[in-house]
């Protein structure tokens, strides 16, 4: 018990630098008191001593204001930052190293028995907010952005980010980042300001504009093989080149997208305080 209890303790110094000492972790990391109390309800619950565990969890609740269910399961060196709002379901799993930040929820979508609450690999980062609702696995490493909202299963090492929660690929995927590379391009050629078609943008109109730059470059390169095609013939045909996009218009819808990412950034930056 007194090894887990230092383990808990070490991972708050290597996660928190606001961290001074011993005693100030002990006495004032709500996160923490809510782990030990939930570690009695869980020894409770699975005892079958099932109303003292959840009166066991409802005083850490008052105390903390982090509600875990006596039935959920966690891992070692969990940590939980903050804490206030932070809410845990009966059958959630938590696996080693895990960090949750405040006002996260791992809930259900369904008033099933069984197991309706996600499941968290170790290393799992949930941002302050997100909410991360129904019986699927969350894998190894992944990190679910601030007040995102997932429904659905995040590979290991990739990060989910908006409203429904958008699955990033992992840096490691050069087929996006080809793609990612190709449509800079067409927009540069366009004379566009590709603001908002990265993968990681969870914005239709986003996606709209990624799509119709995958289908203009597609289109593009059919073209150039066809003025290629024609010069071998013989032709003299020469390609014109394209005009340039630009204008009043255009300088004011970039301003007006510039302020509100830099707004979003923003409140994203001071969801994490």
Not at 39 to 48: D, E, I, S
Not at 121 to 139: M, Q, R, Y
Request: aromatic share 6%.
């Amino acid at each position: 018990m007194f090894k887990r209890m230092k383990e808990d303790i070490a991972s708050v110094f290597h996660r928190d630098p606001a961290a001074r000492s011993t005693v100030e972790v002990l006495f004032c990391y709500p996160g923490l008191h809510a782990i030990w109390l939930h570690r009695l309800a869980h020894a409770l619950w699975v005892r079958n001593a099932r109303l003292v565990a959840r009166m066991v969890s409802n005083f850490a609740r008052w105390a903390t204001g982090i509600e875990i269910h006596p039935g959920a399961k966690l891992g070692r060196r969990f940590f939980i930052d903050h804490g206030m709002g932070v809410v845990i379901g009966e059958t959630a799993e938590i696996g080693n190293d895990v960090t949750l930040y405040q006002g996260v929820t791992l809930g259900g979508t369904s008033w099933d028995k069984g197991k309706r609450h996600p499941t968290l690999e170790d290393g799992v980062v949930v941002g302050a907010g997100a909410k991360v609702l129904g019986p699927f696995t969350v894998g190894a490493g992944a990190k679910i952005g601030s007040n995102a909202v997932v429904t659905k299963a995040v590979p290991a090492g990739a990060t989910a980010v908006g409203i429904p929660g958008r699955v990033i690929l992992k840096e490691s995927d050069k087929r996006a980042d080809e793609q990612c590379a190709k449509r800079q391009a067409m927009a540069e050629k366009l004379g566009f300001d590709a603001y908002g078609v990265t993968r990681d943008t969870p914005d239709p109109v986003a996606r709209a504009i990624g799509q119709m730059l995958d289908h203009m470059q597609a289109v593009d390169s059919r073209l150039e093989g066809m003025c290629h095609a024609l010069g071998e013939l013989g032709s003299d045909y020469c390609a014109k080149e394209l005009p340039v996009l630009g204008g009043e218009d255009f300088d004011l819808l970039k301003a007006e997208v510039d302020s509100v990412e830099a707004k979003s950034d923003d409140a994203s930056d001071a969801g994490r305080l």
